[in-house]
């Protein structure tokens, strides 16, 4: 016969069992190793089996969240509402605004900066572009190398650079100015040319290819024949440098006439 584990009282216990059982919370328990409550077994049990149920519920729950994730957003959270305690809803809005005005006043302001910069540099090149286009032609029409500052800020009055080319406007400045025949616009040559007649003053009056006035104290109107150092079959680098020292209107004037 199996003895049992818990006893209620005394009388129950048979005699020859009485040395195998001892008191405890007012009843009397088998004194054997490993034997364990079937009552305190079974709720150990089930307690396990609700313990699982309430895991499996939780991981399918959560299942796909990144706990890292969700603390940085849930920190977040706090920091906003730390920010908004003390705030209505529409004081609220109206904090936002503000600093979204911030962030976008920062950008245009940046975008200014860049803008200013990209026209400046635009400004450059267009400057340097005409100035040498101008330079150039004009300087084969006799321009005095004095006279350069002045034509090439007329220059400026008249060009802008479109598709990189120069290209001639009117006084408006959107208006294209028109060459002789009317049709095309007006090129660098042939503003040049009305400049020739419009500010005589800024070119040599006997501008010319190999010849040009004493202008050292010789009778007026006297003519010495010149060597052009600057033509292929005359070329001389040191009279090149002497000329250009002594009398840098003959030579600009031998140098467009190369």
Do not use: C
Request: aromatic share 6%; proline share 4%.
């Amino acid at each position: 016969m199996a003895l049992k584990y818990k006893i209620l009282t005394r009388e129950e216990i048979p005699a020859e069992h009485a040395a195998l059982y001892v008191e405890r919370d007012g009843a009397f328990f088998l004194d054997a190793e490993g034997v364990t409550d079937k009552a305190k077994a079974d709720e150990l049990r089930d307690n396990n089996i609700a313990l699982k149920k309430q895991i499996e519920d939780h991981t399918a729950r959560f299942d796909g969240i990144d706990p890292d994730e969700f603390r940085r957003l849930a920190e977040e959270k706090r920091k906003l509402e730390l920010q908004a305690q003390g705030h209505k809803p529409e004081e609220i809005d109206k904090l936002v605004t503000e600093r979204l005005k911030v962030i976008k006043a920062d950008l245009d302001k940046q975008l200014l900066a860049k803008s200013t910069e990209l026209e400046v540099a635009n400004t450059r090149l267009t400057t340097i572009q005409i100035d040498q286009g101008v330079i150039t032609v004009a300087t084969k029409r006799g321009l005095r190398p004095t006279a350069i500052p002045d034509i090439t800020a007329r220059a400026r009055t008249v060009f802008k650079l479109v598709n990189g080319v120069p290209q001639a406007f009117e006084a408006d400045g959107k208006t294209v100015r028109y060459g002789r025949d009317g049709i095309s616009p007006m090129t660098l040559e042939e503003w040049v040319d009305a400049q020739v007649s419009e500010a005589p003053h800024l070119f040599e009056s006997n501008a010319g290819g190999g010849a040009a006035s004493n202008g050292a104290g010789g009778a007026a109107g006297s003519q010495r024949s010149v060597k052009n150092p600057f033509r292929k079959d005359t070329w001389n680098l040191t009279e090149q440098m002497k000329l250009q020292k002594s009398d840098p209107g003959l030579a600009a004037r031998l140098k467009a006439a190369a």
